[in-house]
C-alpha cells in the first residue's frame, strides 16, 4: 500500500486548466476508424490542475527512493526498448515482439534502466520517465495526493484553448520550418534522421509550450489517462466531466511517441487515442497528473 506523502506535490509544477466546453474528437476524418475518435462532441469540463510536463526520472526517483516501490517491468524482469536505443548485451536481448520486431524484450530495462542494464536514469534526469504501466502511475499518483487525468481532460488540456485544430498548436506540423513535438523522420522504423534532434525521449520542455503552458504534449511519451478505453464510447458521451466507460479492452494513452510517424502511427494529432492493457510498459510510455482545483 503506498502511503500519501504530504510533500510529495511539491515536485509538481503545474497550471490552472480553466472549465469550459469544448468539442472533442476528430474534426479532420483523419483518425484510425478502430480507435473511435469520432463522432465529434461537445464536452463540459470543471477547472483542474494539471502537471506543466509528464512526470521525469528526478520526480519517479524520488516516489521510488521514498516508498521502495518497484514497478512491473521491475517485477516481470524485462520490459520492451525500441531497437536502435537498446544497451544491453546480446545475451539480454530475448527477442522481438510479433507483428513488431522493432520492439525488443530486453531484460533488464525498467525505469531506472530506459534502454536496458547498461543505461540509468540518472544520465538523463529530465526526461520523461518510461516503462511505466497504469497501476504504476496510480502508484505514483496514491503516493503525491493526484491522479491521472480523465480522456476528456487530457484532450481539453492539450487543446490549449485553440478549437478545432489538428495539433495543439494550429494546423500545420511544422509552421515555418519550426519542429513542435518530437516524433520520428525518416523511413520508420530503420533510419529517423532526428531532424528535431532527438531519436529518443527528449528533455521535458525542449519543444513550445501550448496556449496552457503544457509541454509535450503531442509527441516524446505516450501518457497514460485515467479510463478504460471503448472505440465506441464517444457515441454516448456524457456532456458534462465524462469518466470513460466502466469497461474496456485496456486504458487510454494519449499524446503519441518518439516513434510516431504519419506512415506508421498517426497519432500526435490532439484528437488522436490508443490504449493498452493495464499492466503493460515500453521505452515510449509515461504520464503526466492532474489535481482538483478551487479556483
Known amino acids: 500500500m503506498i502511503l500519501q506523502n504530504p510533500t510529495a ?3 509538481h509544477d503545474d497550471v490552472i486548466i480553466p472549465g469550459g466546453v469544448f468539442a472533442m474528437g476528430d474534426a479532420f476524418g483523419e483518425g484510425y476508424p478502430s480507435d473511435g475518435e469520432g463522432p465529434v462532441h461537445e464536452v463540459r469540463l470543471n477547472a483542474f490542475l494539471m502537471d506543466t510536463t509528464a512526470v521525469t526520472n528526478r520526480m519517479f526517483a524520488a516516489f521510488t527512493d521514498a516508498t ?3 514497478t512491473e517491468a521491475e517485477l516481470y524482469g524485462t520490459s520492451a526498448v525500441f531497437h536502435l536505443l537498446v544497451q544491453a548485451p546480446t545475451s539480454e536481448v530475448l527477442g522481438a ?4 520486431p522493432w520492439w525488443l524484450n530486453v531484460r533488464g530495462a525498467d525505469w531506472a534502466h530506459p534502454a536496458g542494464p547498461a543505461s540509468h536514469w540518472s544520465d538523463s534526469p529530465d526526461h520523461p520517465v518510461v516503462h511505466i504501466s497504469h497501476s504504476d502511475a496510480l502508484a505514483y499518483c496514491a503516493w503525491t495526493g493526484r491522479r491521472l487525468p480523465s480522456e476528456a481532460e487530457w484532450e481539453y488540456a ?13 494546423n500545420e506540423l511544422a509552421p515555418r520550418g519550426e519542429h513542435h513535438c518530437n516524433i520520428w523522420q525518416g523511413t520508420f522504423p530503420a533510419v529517423n534522421t532526428t531532424d528535431d534532434g532527438y531519436l ?10 501550448n496556449g496552457y503552458g503544457l509541454y509535450e504534449v503531442a509527441g516524446n511519451v505516450w501518457e497514460w489517462c485515467a479510463d478504460w478505453f471503448l472505440p465506441k464510447y464517444y457515441r454516448n458521451s456524457p456532456v458534462d466531466n465524462p469518466q470513460g466507460p466502466t469497461i474496456g479492452a485496456g486504458r487510454v ?19 488522436a487515442r490508443t490504449a493498452n492493457t493495464p499492466e503493460s510498459s515500453s521505452g515510449n510510455c509515461g504520464f503526466r497528473t492532474v489535481a482538483a482545483s478551487d479556483r
Open 253 to 271: 494513452m494519449r499524446g503519441g511517441s518518439y516513434l510516431c510517424h504519419d506512415s506508421y502511427c498517426n497519432r500526435y494529432r490532439v484528437a
Open 158 to 170: 492539450a487543446r490549449g484553448g485553440l478549437e478545432g485544430k489538428r495539433y495543439a498548436w494550429g
Open 9 to 11: 506535490s511539491g515536485l
Open 97 to 100: 515482439a510479433s507483428g513488431a
Open 200 to 209: 529518443g525521449t527528449a528533455p521535458v520542455k525542449t519543444f513550445p509550450p
Open 68 to 70: 521502495g516501490y518497484r
